[in-house]
C-alpha cells in the first residue's frame, strides 16, 4: 500500500468528520512522508473538532500536518442530521460482528462498509486500529 492510501486509512475519523461537518479541503497530498492537508471549516467549532479527531488517533501529530482556517461563509452542517459515531477496530473484529454488536444483527454489516467506502475496498479486509464510521440506526 502506498503512504498516502495508508495515511487517508489511519485517518479515516478524521476524513469522516471532514466529511460530516463541511470541511472543504483544497490540498490533499503526502509531503515530506506525512499527510499534508490545507482546507477551510465552516466554523471554529468544528475546526477544533478536527484537531480533536487527530490527536485522538495521534497525540504526537508527527505524520501530518493539517493547515486549517475558519471560513464562516461556507454552510453550516444540518443540527438535523443525526451524528455517526466511530469505532476502532481490535483484534478478532470483522464487520458482522460490529454490525452485530451496534445493530443486533450480523446481515447489517453492509451498512458500515458502505460509509466506509472511502477507506474499504473489501468488507472482509478491515485492520486492527482502523477507524470505522458507524452509521446511526435506522
Do not use: C
Not at 445493530?103 to 458500515?112: S, T, V
Amino acid at each position: 500500500m502506498d503512504r498516502f492510501e495508508e495515511l487517508k486509512q489511519k485517518y479515516a475519523g478524521v476524513f469522516a468528520v471532514v466529511q460530516q461537518q463541511g470541511v472543504r479541503l483544497a490540498q490533499l497530498h503526502v509531503q515530506d512522508n506525512k499527510l499534508f492537508m490545507r482546507g477551510a471549516a465552516p466554523s471554529e467549532t468544528i475546526k477544533n473538532a478536527l484537531w480533536n479527531q487527530i490527536k485522538a488517533i495521534n497525540p504526537a501529530y508527527d505524520d501530518i500536518t493539517a493547515d486549517i482556517t475558519v471560513d464562516s461563509s461556507l454552510p453550516q452542517p444540518s443540527p438535523a442530521s443525526r451524528p455517526q459515531r466511530t469505532y476502532t477496530v481490535k483484534p478478532g473484529d470483522s464487520l458482522s460482528k460490529i454490525a452485530k454488536d451496534f445493530y443486533g444483527n450480523a446481515n447489517d454489516y453492509m451498512r458500515i462498509f458502505e460509509a466506509n467506502k472511502d477507506t474499504l475496498n473489501d468488507p472482509n479486509k478491515i485492520q486492527i486500529g482502523q477507524e470505522l464510521v458507524i452509521p446511526a440506526g435506522r
